[in-house]
C-alpha cells in the first residue's frame, strides 16, 4: 500500500477490506462462473498497474487523450486477426459483453430502418413493420434486453434436448422483417456452437447480417482443438461480439464488437451538432467513461500474445475434459448435448431408476457447502412445448487445473450425498398463491417484497442494520428459489428477482 496514505484513508481501506472478506473469493477456481482467472498472479499485478497509469483518464474523447484510440486501435486488430477478419472489419470496444451485444443490434435496427425508408418507395416497401430478431432459445438474455430497449421482436427459434437448432429451423422464419438473426459460438446455457456456417450462408442469401454472439468463446475458441469453423473467415457473418473480461482476463468492463463493413459499422455511432455543447460523438452507450478495464486488457493482451492464449486455452481444454469425464461417471447426472469450449451444463440423468437420479440443483447446493460454487439455471419450457430442463452450469479457467483433484472430489461427494433426493418443488405453494388471487394483482414493491418473505427468501429489508454490510439476506440454498422462478409465471419472476436485488442496496430506515 501506498505510504503517503494517512491514517484515515488506511482506515476506510481497512473497511472496505472487511466488505471484499464476504464476497465470493474472485481466485483460486472456487467460482465456476462470473470470474475468469488465469492463474497467473503477474497478469493481474499488470492490469493493476496499467489501470492505475489510466485511472483520470477520459475515454470520451480520443483526440484530447490520444492512449485510448491507440490501446483501442491495438485490441481491435488483435481480435479481427485472431478471428480472421481483412480489412473491411472494424470494431470498438465497449464495457462488456452486453454492450457489444446491444450495439450490434441497434446497428442492425438502423440499417433495416434505413432500408425499409428507402424500399418504401417501391409498392414492396413494408414501411410500418416491426424489426425483427430471428435467434435460437439459448440465445444470451443481453439479447432479450437489446430488443426490449431499442423495439424489437425476439423471434426465438426452439432448440432440441441437446441444446441444437439447424440453419433450417432459422431460414424458415426469414422474411422482410427481419433486422437480424444472432447466433452463438458457443452459447452460454449449454455451450452449444450454433451452426454458424450454415446460418450465416441462408443470412447472407437473404440479405440479413448475422452476428455471432463469442462473448465467451471469442476468445477461446480461436485455440480450442475441434471447434467448427465460426468466425469472419465464413463470409455471410458481418459481426462478432468477443469478451476481453472473460477468457481475455480483464478486469471487468471490457469486450470487443467487430462488425464487417465501414458503412454499416457507422450506423453504431451516435453524433450531435444540436446542442450548445461540444460536438458529441459516441461509438457506445456512455459518455464520459472510464479506460481502466480497456487498459488492463491492452497491457494483457500485449504480455500473452497468441502463444500465451493458446497455452492458457490448453489448460482450460485438459480442466475441461477431465471435468466432463468425471461427470458422465457419476450416476444419475449427465453432461447437456455436446458442448464446445471451456463450459458445460449438467442435467439430470432420467436413464436410470428415480432412487439413482440426482437433481442438479441439490447437487450445486451440495457442492457449494463443499467449497465450489456452480451456476444454477432454471428449466425453460419453449415456445413449441419442449421443456429444456433444469441445468448447473460450470465454466472453467486455466486456474481450475490446480484444483482438479479437489473439485472432482467434490462432484462425487455431492452427487452421493443428495442422489435420490426429489428436486424441490414449491407447486403447491404456487397452487395457493394462485387461488389467494396474489398472482394477478399488480405487484407493487411492498406486495413483491410480502410474496417473497412468504417463501422465505429476505425480500423485505427487515433484516437491515445499521452495519453497511448487511442487506436482506439471501437463502442459504438456492435450489428452492431456482424452483419458484421455473413455476411462476415468468413475469412474477421477473418482477420478484427485481424486488431482491433492488432491496440489497436499499439504505437503513432513518
Ligand atoms: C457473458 C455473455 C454475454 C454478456 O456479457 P456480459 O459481459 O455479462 O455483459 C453475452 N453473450 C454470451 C454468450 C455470454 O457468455
Not at 466488505?19 to 462470473?34: E, F, I, K, N, Q
Amino acid at each position: 500500500m501506498s505510504p503517503e496514505l494517512s491514517d484515515a484513508s488506511r482506515e476506510i481501506l481497512s473497511r472496505l477490506q472487511t466488505l471484499r472478506d464476504a464476497d465470493a473469493p474472485t481466485h483460486g477456481g472456487r467460482v465456476l462462473s462470473y470470474v475468469y482467472d488465469s492463474g497467473l498472479a503477474e497478469l493481474d499485478e499488470l492490469a493493476a498497474e496499467a489501470m492505475r497509469l489510466v485511472q483520470p483518464v477520459n475515454g470520451l474523447d480520443p483526440t484530447a487523450f490520444p492512449s485510448v484510440a491507440a490501446m483501442e486501435r491495438d485490441l481491435i486488430g488483435f481480435t479481427r486477426g485472431m478471428l480472421h477478419g481483412d480489412d473491411s472489419v472494424v470494431g470498438t470496444v465497449t464495457s462488456g459483453g452486453t454492450e457489444s451485444c446491444l450495439l450490434a443490434v441497434k446497428t442492425a435496427r438502423d440499417a433495416w430502418t434505413a432500408r425499409q425508408v428507402s424500399d418504401d418507395q417501391t409498392p414492396t416497401g413494408s414501411l410500418g413493420l416491426r424489426p425483427r430478431i430471428i435467434a435460437p432459445s439459448t440465445v444470451h438474455a443481453a439479447f432479450h434486453k437489446a430488443a426490449h430497449y431499442f423495439g424489437l421482436d425476439l423471434d426465438l427459434v426452439p432448440v432440441d434436448e441437446n441444446g441444437a437448432v439447424t440453419a433450417s429451423d432459422i431460414a424458415s422464419r426469414f422474411g422482410p422483417d427481419v433486422a437480424l438473426v444472432v447466433i452463438s459460438a458457443p452459447c452460454y446455457p449449454l455451450a452449444v456452437v450454433d451452426p454458424v456456417r450454415d446460418v450465416a450462408t441462408a443470412a447472407q442469401r437473404h440479405g440479413i447480417p448475422c452476428h455471432v454472439d463469442a462473448c465467451i468463446g471469442g476468445f477461446a475458441l480461436p485455440w480450442w482443438r475441434d471447434a467448427p469453423e465460426w468466425d469472419f473467415a465464413l463470409p455471410g457473418v458481418t459481426s462478432i461480439s468477443a469478451d476481453l473480461h472473460k477468457y481475455g482476463y480483464a478486469p471487468k468492463g471490457v469486450s470487443v464488437l467487430l462488425q464487417r463493413d465501414r458503412d454499416r459499422q457507422r450506423l453504431q455511432y451516435f453524433a450531435t451538432a444540436r446542442w450548445p455543447g461540444y460536438p458529441v460523438v459516441n461509438p457506445t452507450i456512455l459518455g464520459s467513461k472510464s479506460v481502466s478495464a480497456l487498459a488492463a486488457a491492452w497491457a494483457i493482451v500485449q504480455r500473452l500474445g497468441t502463444d500465451g492464449f493458446a497455452e492458457l486455452v490448453a489448460s482450460c481444454q485438459r480442466s475441461t475434459e477431465r471435468l466432463r469425464a468425471v461427470v458422465d461417471g457419476i450416476a444419475g447426472l449427465r453432461v447437456v448435448g455436446a458442448p464446445c469450449g471451456p463450459l458445460f451444463a449438467v442435467a439430470l440423468d432420467d436413464s436410470v431408476p428415480k432412487r439413482q437420479r440426482v437433481d442438479p440443483h441439490h447437487w450445486a447446493d451440495r457442492v457449494a457447502e463443499l467449497g465450489f460454487t456452480l451456476q444454477m439455471q432454471p428449466g425453460l419450457t419453449q415456445a413449441n412445448g419442449l421443456h429444456l430442463p433444469r441445468t448447473t452450469h460450470l465454466t472453467i479457467t486455466p486456474v481450475t487445473e490446480r484444483m482438479l483433484d479437489e473439485l472432482s472430489a467434490a462432484l462425487v461427494t455431492a452427487a452421493d450425498d443428495v442422489r435420490g433426493r426429489a428436486p424441490a418443488n414449491p407447486r403447491l405453494a404456487v397452487q395457493a398463491l394462485r387461488l389467494s388471487g396474489a398472482l394477478s394483482k399488480p405487484l407493487t414493491a411492498s406486495r413483491a417484497a410480502a410474496l417473497l418473505a412468504r417463501f422465505g427468501v429476505g425480500g423485505s429489508g427487515d433484516a437491515a442494520s445499521s452495519h453497511a454490510s448487511s442487506a436482506s439476506p439471501l437463502p442459504a440454498k438456492m435450489a428452492p428459489l431456482m424452483a419458484l422462478v421455473e413455476l411462476l409465471p415468468a413475469a412474477v419472476s421477473e418482477r420478484l428477482l427485481i424486488e431482491i436485488l433492488a432491496r440489497q442496496v436499499e439504505p437503513p430506515e432513518q
